[in-house]
């Protein structure tokens, strides 16, 4: 499995509400990055890529690819970890998913059909396109996307054979994006 897959972790945001790298803050003594890292790497081994311009992340030891398009927001993002990906299916992961386990990840790729393009969770009536399993051929999806400035991840995502699984009771807490400075104190009180 660990050669089937790759992880790309998409850390290329402004971070503009948080007001600094969201990837790099601490949580329980480690930035959001690693406790990212640490839950996929049982499931793609060394296939981890972080999407980012700072170097900052380069501490991780992981490959780290800047965006071929700048400033184009997660489609950008996607369209280049798929464009340098090696493998047919991949994990795309905000860095702003800290709470992410491994348990939750493995469940996605179990629940993953090949039939469908991209795997996305749902929680409490909220879809998460960035926690999710893209195949590599989409990439000229994104690229036409981008091509004619549709930024909307949202957009893309409709325009292509999708599933959407609900994530577990026990697991709805773990796909919650902390952008702010107040989701960041509820997780670290």
Known sequence: MKNTITAFILAGGKSQRMGTDKGLLPLNGKPFVS????AVSPIVGENI???SSNTDYDFLGYT???DII????????????????KTKLNFVLSVDAP????????WILENHSNSFLMTQVQANDK?????AIYDQS????????????QLRLRSVRDEVAHQTIVVPA?????????????????IIS
Do not use: M
Not at 35 to 38: A, D, G, S
Not at 70 to 85: N, R, W
């Open 35 to 38: 406790h990212i890292c640490e």
């Open 49 to 51: 890529v972080i999407v």
């Open 64 to 66: 780290r690819i800047e």
């Open 70 to 85: 700048k400033d184009k927001g997660p489609v950008g993002g996607i369209y280049t970890a798929l464009q340098q990906s």
């Open 99 to 106: 709470l992410v386990t491994t348990e939750l990840l493995l």
């Open 127 to 131: 879809s998460y396109p960035l926690i």
């Open 138 to 149: 989409l990439v000229t999806v994104f690229e036409e996307n981008l091509r004619n400035d």
């Open 170 to 186: 026990k697991w709805k807490d773990q796909v919650q994006n902390i952008n702010t400075q107040e989701e960041y104190q509820k």
